[in-house]
């Protein structure tokens, strides 16, 4: 039975990353998701499904458009590879029961948010505004982990310091320090994981970005995508299960 369901999550996972990879080109460009079906970014020739299967289409043309030749970057295969094994990690680590389901809506939102964040410094209101209701539903749920009080009331908190921060830095910098999208999105992280989860995954966002900033940007007056932290932070925390690493932090 097992091995059914990570076969099954395998070609679920494949498909859904090439749906991610949609919105990775066209919510920046505030397209459609939906119209014009799949076509080159570089000709416009419409793609045919015998040549649109995930992972398998990319190898067989060598990361190339079969038209015009372009090069289709690599974070399309990319993507189609680590989502089937993210499904595949979250039903290892919680089954099939309503953990896994919680945990798969929030990376399969994490994913487009890490490369859209990379790749435009931006975050799509479309995917972080709604994590914050459905992080709520999924509290109200019975055997969920946090409960809806927990997730409302963390909710609450984190969207009300996180835009204190954001004014108070803007009136002592004259500039944004935090954006909008950044708030949003920590938002409905706290919705998802209530109060007690939150801070580490705060704190090592942060230190993660810090490290990165201090290796890679080093200038101060650069901005950098501070979403992709938060979003691997959170596909992280949830493939090794909040619930256990909270039991062993008391320990370390």
Known sequence: MKTIVIIILAILGAALGSFINVLI?????????????????????????Y?????????????KCKYCSAKIHWHHLLIEIITPLILIGLFLQYGLGILFFKYAVLCLFMIPIFFIDAFHQIIPHVLSIPLIPLGLIFAYIPRSDVSLISSLIAAVIIFAFLLLLAYAY???????????????LFTGIAAFFGLISLPFIVLISA???????????????????????????????SLLGAERILDVIPYI
């Open 25 to 49: 080109y066209r919510l920046p460009l505030k397209k459609s998701i939906v119209y014009p079906p799949s076509h080159c970014g570089n000709c416009n020739k419409k793609i045919p499904f």
């Open 51 to 63: 040549l649109n299967i995930p992972i398998i289409s990319y190898i067989i043309l060598g990361g």
């Open 170 to 184: 803007r009136f002592a910098r004259k500039q944004d320090g935090l954006g909008g999208g950044d708030i949003w």
């Open 207 to 237: 230190l993660l970005g810090i490290l990165y900033f201090i290796i890679f940007v080093r200038n101060k007056d650069q901005g950098f995508a501070f979403g992709t932290f938060i979003a691997f932070t959170v596909v992280l925390w």
